[in-house]
Protein backbone atom coordinates (compact mmCIF):
# COMPACT_ATOMS: atom_id res chain seq x y z
CA UNK A 1 0.00 0.00 0.00
CA UNK A 2 1.19 2.95 -0.75
CA UNK A 3 1.94 6.10 1.63
CA UNK A 4 -0.57 8.54 -0.28
CA UNK A 5 -3.62 6.08 0.23
CA UNK A 6 -2.55 5.49 3.98
CA UNK A 7 -2.88 9.10 3.99
CA UNK A 8 -5.99 9.41 2.35
CA UNK A 9 -7.55 6.27 4.37
CA UNK A 10 -6.16 8.17 7.56
CA UNK A 11 -8.08 11.58 6.58
CA UNK A 12 -11.10 9.67 5.57
CA UNK A 13 -11.09 7.91 9.37
CA UNK A 14 -10.60 11.04 10.79
CA UNK A 15 -13.13 13.11 8.97
CA UNK A 16 -15.74 10.11 10.11
CA UNK A 17 -15.22 10.08 13.38
CA UNK A 18 -15.33 14.26 13.76
CA UNK A 19 -18.38 14.50 12.22
CA UNK A 20 -19.94 11.39 13.87
CA UNK A 21 -18.73 12.65 17.91
CA UNK A 22 -19.93 16.82 16.63
CA UNK A 23 -23.88 15.15 16.22
CA UNK A 24 -25.81 16.36 19.37
CA UNK A 25 -26.98 13.74 21.99
CA UNK A 26 -30.50 13.20 20.60
CA UNK A 27 -33.26 11.00 23.08
CA UNK A 28 -33.79 8.73 20.31
CA UNK A 29 -37.51 6.95 20.45
CA UNK A 30 -38.58 8.36 24.03
CA UNK A 31 -41.95 10.09 24.56
CA UNK A 32 -43.73 12.68 22.76
CA UNK A 33 -43.03 15.65 24.50
CA UNK A 34 -45.18 18.78 23.52
CA UNK A 35 -45.53 22.19 24.71
CA UNK A 36 -48.76 23.35 24.52
CA UNK A 37 -48.44 26.83 26.11
CA UNK A 38 -45.76 29.43 26.67
CA UNK A 39 -47.24 32.77 28.31
CA UNK A 40 -45.30 36.00 29.05
CA UNK A 41 -46.42 39.25 29.71
CA UNK A 42 -47.63 41.71 26.79
CA UNK A 43 -45.08 44.26 28.08
CA UNK A 44 -42.20 42.44 27.81
CA UNK A 45 -42.29 42.35 24.17
CA UNK A 46 -43.97 38.86 24.91
CA UNK A 47 -44.57 37.78 21.24
CA UNK A 48 -40.45 37.50 20.79
CA UNK A 49 -39.96 36.34 23.98
CA UNK A 50 -42.27 33.27 23.47
CA UNK A 51 -41.30 32.51 20.94
CA UNK A 52 -37.71 32.73 21.63
CA UNK A 53 -38.37 30.62 25.15
CA UNK A 54 -40.61 27.79 22.96
CA UNK A 55 -38.07 27.19 20.55
CA UNK A 56 -35.11 26.44 23.91
CA UNK A 57 -38.00 24.90 25.36
CA UNK A 58 -38.16 22.36 22.40
CA UNK A 59 -34.52 21.65 21.70
CA UNK A 60 -33.71 21.26 25.41
CA UNK A 61 -37.02 18.47 25.21
CA UNK A 62 -35.58 16.98 22.75
CA UNK A 63 -32.10 16.24 24.10
CA UNK A 64 -33.09 14.92 27.64
CA UNK A 65 -33.48 11.42 28.93
CA UNK A 66 -37.22 11.49 29.77
CA UNK A 67 -37.45 7.80 30.65
CA UNK A 68 -36.16 5.46 33.45
CA UNK A 69 -34.08 2.41 33.92
CA UNK A 70 -34.99 -0.56 31.70
CA UNK A 71 -37.61 -3.30 31.66
CA UNK A 72 -41.37 -2.99 30.99
CA UNK A 73 -41.87 0.09 32.93
CA UNK A 74 -39.02 1.99 30.77
CA UNK A 75 -40.87 0.59 27.76
CA UNK A 76 -44.24 2.42 28.81
CA UNK A 77 -43.05 5.04 29.57
CA UNK A 78 -41.66 5.70 26.46
CA UNK A 79 -44.63 5.42 24.66
CA UNK A 80 -46.04 7.97 26.49
CA UNK A 81 -46.69 11.29 25.87
CA UNK A 82 -46.24 14.13 28.09
CA UNK A 83 -48.16 18.11 27.34
CA UNK A 84 -45.95 21.06 29.37
CA UNK A 85 -46.68 24.62 29.99
CA UNK A 86 -44.20 26.82 30.74
CA UNK A 87 -44.94 30.87 31.88
CA UNK A 88 -42.70 33.49 32.39
CA UNK A 89 -42.85 35.06 35.92
CA UNK A 90 -40.30 37.95 35.43
CA UNK A 91 -37.92 39.49 33.10
CA UNK A 92 -36.66 42.32 34.53
CA UNK A 93 -33.64 44.42 33.00
CA UNK A 94 -31.27 46.31 35.32
CA UNK A 95 -28.58 49.42 33.56
CA UNK A 96 -25.67 50.07 35.96
CA UNK A 97 -22.65 52.15 34.46
CA UNK A 98 -21.74 49.87 31.73
CA UNK A 99 -23.45 46.72 32.74
CA UNK A 100 -26.53 45.06 31.58
CA UNK A 101 -28.52 42.54 33.84
CA UNK A 102 -31.32 40.84 32.97
CA UNK A 103 -33.30 38.78 35.59
CA UNK A 104 -35.36 36.06 34.39
CA UNK A 105 -37.83 33.70 36.04
CA UNK A 106 -39.64 30.78 34.15
CA UNK A 107 -42.17 28.67 35.95
CA UNK A 108 -43.53 25.15 34.06
CA UNK A 109 -45.20 22.13 34.83
CA UNK A 110 -46.54 18.96 32.78
CA UNK A 111 -50.13 19.65 32.47
CA UNK A 112 -50.86 15.87 30.81
CA UNK A 113 -48.79 12.85 31.51
CA UNK A 114 -48.55 9.22 32.50
CA UNK A 115 -49.67 8.90 36.49
CA UNK A 116 -51.32 12.32 36.89
CA UNK A 117 -48.16 14.38 37.69
CA UNK A 118 -49.00 17.89 37.86
CA UNK A 119 -46.00 19.45 40.12
CA UNK A 120 -44.78 22.36 39.21
CA UNK A 121 -41.14 23.98 38.42
CA UNK A 122 -38.94 27.19 38.75
CA UNK A 123 -36.15 28.23 37.32
CA UNK A 124 -34.48 31.34 38.01
CA UNK A 125 -30.96 33.17 36.55
CA UNK A 126 -29.40 37.01 36.47
CA UNK A 127 -26.85 37.18 34.08
CA UNK A 128 -24.80 40.18 33.02
CA UNK A 129 -23.29 41.71 29.66
CA UNK A 130 -22.47 44.49 27.59
CA UNK A 131 -25.44 47.21 27.16
CA UNK A 132 -24.71 46.82 23.32
CA UNK A 133 -25.57 43.04 23.30
CA UNK A 134 -28.98 43.17 24.58
CA UNK A 135 -30.49 40.34 22.59
CA UNK A 136 -27.78 38.21 22.87
CA UNK A 137 -27.62 38.42 26.45
CA UNK A 138 -31.72 37.55 26.60
CA UNK A 139 -31.50 34.76 24.58
CA UNK A 140 -28.73 33.48 26.73
CA UNK A 141 -30.67 33.51 29.85
CA UNK A 142 -33.92 32.10 28.15
CA UNK A 143 -31.55 29.22 26.58
CA UNK A 144 -30.08 28.26 30.50
CA UNK A 145 -33.67 28.96 31.53
CA UNK A 146 -34.91 26.63 29.52
CA UNK A 147 -32.23 24.10 29.91
CA UNK A 148 -32.78 24.08 33.92
CA UNK A 149 -36.75 23.76 33.72
CA UNK A 150 -36.66 21.01 31.21
CA UNK A 151 -33.85 18.88 33.52
CA UNK A 152 -36.58 19.69 36.22
CA UNK A 153 -39.41 18.26 34.25
CA UNK A 154 -37.75 15.18 33.18
CA UNK A 155 -36.87 14.26 36.45
CA UNK A 156 -40.37 14.70 37.52
CA UNK A 157 -41.18 12.94 34.87
CA UNK A 158 -38.31 9.60 36.08
CA UNK A 159 -40.25 9.12 39.35
Do not use: N
Not at 17 to 45: N, S
Not at 121 to 149: D, F, N, T
Request: proline share 3%.
Amino acid sequence: MSRSSRLIRFCVVLLVLAFGMATPAVALAGPKVKWTKVDVRPGDDGARVARILKRELKRASQREDWTKGSGKSAKKRKSASYQLSAKVTELAWEKDDDVLRVSVTVVARIDDGPRGKRQRVRSHIRIGGHPKRRGKLEKQALQIVARGIVTRLAEVARR
